[in-house]
């Protein structure tokens, strides 16, 4: 038996538009004939959503004039010739707090006798959504740049490694009295830096990736350290302790090396060869709250903690230091790739990355990686 439709009588069509304006996430507004915003009305304009907020304002007031105007102009450009917008995007900022992007879509309002009388119009408040787009095609250029930079790697690779070898070659077949030593010293050298700068790119790219494996990480960083004793300037001191050198992460000791070689580099940089650096490694237990924050899903983890007492990060960067190729340093001193290498790692390694830093207070970056969970072979011996 088919439900008969129904009826469009003034009752029921205002309880169906009302269960529409329940259901509906936007706000409807009203302004008048002077453009002020006089009316907002729906469920977020009742939690004193973004118009609640702009009550009493004109038109021209809502836009922030330090953000792009969008679409601003074609709505003023409308509602001087009194015509229908929709869709129309601006940016608010409401009271000097956080701005906001909102969409509008209005049409005009006449009185019977044809005088302009205001608009009434929704609003849908997209600021979250912006942040989304934005990170995906932040995503989508990474992962092109990545691809690129792959493919021009393994180029350079190709034509780095004879520069390398017969340069190597010709060393050993030449007395350390010649002249020509000094130059293929210089090749060979530079080669071997430039070789590794290729790795670097190709390690962001991900295109090369190690197996790994079950890694004893105080114990690979106590390693490193001791050579990097040797091999920083001596005004740069080191303090370095490890309450734990036996657990085990999951990962790679060639790339754990290269986590601690980049950030003591970035460290003695920002130091400018002279100042203090701090290493710990300990095992710590997550609270439940800290593995919400950091999105670690086993309570275990290994903290690395690696601090400098430079300058510190100016908060204006602070947002763009993991950015693969950004790099603050001046042209040829550096590829913007260390800091971006060892997030990517991190990451890989499902551990998590952070910094704390302030003007004259140093840089600290604390890493995470979940301890890996012992195989049959290990709990055997352990047994």
């Keep these: 038996m088919p439900y008969p439709p129904p009826t469009d009588s003034p009752r029921n069509l205002i309880e169906r538009l009302g269960i529409l304006l329940e259901l509906t996430s936007d706000d409807i507004w009203e302004c008048d004939a002077e453009l002020r915003l006089t009316r907002v009305q729906g469920k977020i304009a009742d939690q004193q959503g973004l ?24 709505l003023r450009a409308a509602m001087t010739a009194r015509l229908p917008f929709r869709s129309c995007v601006l940016p608010v900022r409401p009271h000097g707090g956080e701005p906001e992007w909102v969409r509008l879509s209005g049409h005009p309002l006449f009185t019977e006798d044809g005088r ?27 992962e092109s740049l990545g691809q690129l930079a792959g493919g021009v790697a393994h180029e350079f690779n190709n034509l780095l490694v004879p520069i390398t070898m017969l340069s190597k070659l010709a060393l050993s077949q030449i007395g ?3 002249p020509l030593r000094t130059y293929l010293e210089t090749i060979h050298e530079n080669g071997w ?17 190690p197996s790994t494996g079950p890694v004893a990480c105080g114990e690979v960083i106590a390693e490193r350290v001791h050579l990097l004793r040797q091999a920083l300037p001596p005004s740069v001191v080191i303090d370095a302790t490890f ?54 899903a086993p ?32 042209i040829g001193q550096g590829t913007g790739l260390g800091l ?18 302030g003007p004259g207070q140093g840089a600290t970056f604390i890493i995470l990686l979940p301890v890996a969970t ?5 709990e055997a011996k352990t047994a």
């Design 51 to 74: 118009l609640a907020l702009l009550l009493g304002r004109y038109a021209e007031d809502f836009v922030d004039p330090t953000l792009p105007h969008e679409d601003f102009p074609t």
């Design 193 to 209: 830096k430039a070789a590794q700068i290729v790795r670097s790119v190709l390690t962001y790219a991900r295109q090369m990736t």
């Design 243 to 296: 309450a734990d050198v036996t657990t085990r992460v999951m990962g790679n000791a060639s790339e754990l090396s290269q986590i601690v070689v980049n950030l003591f580099n970035n460290a003695c940089d920002a130091m400018n060869e002279r100042g203090t650096i701090r290493c710990s490694v300990r095992r710590v237990t997550l609270s439940a709250q800290e593995r919400g924050l950091t999105g670690l």
């Design 340 to 357: 971006s290498v060892v997030e990517g790692i991190v990451k890989d390694w499902d551990g998590h990355i952070s910094v704390t830093s």
């Design 116 to 142: 302009f009388a205001g608009y009434l119009g929704t609003s849908t408040l997209i600021t979250e959504e912006r942040h989304r787009l934005a990170a995906e095609r932040r995503r989508q250029q990474l």
């Design 176 to 178: 350390d009295n010649q």
């Design 299 to 330: 309570a275990d983890a290994m903290r690395i903690e690696i601090a400098d007492d430079g300058p510190g990060i100016p908060p204006a960067i602070r947002d763009r230091i993991f950015e693969p190729f950004f790099t603050t340093k001046p």
């Design 374 to 378: 012992p195989g049959p072979e290990e």
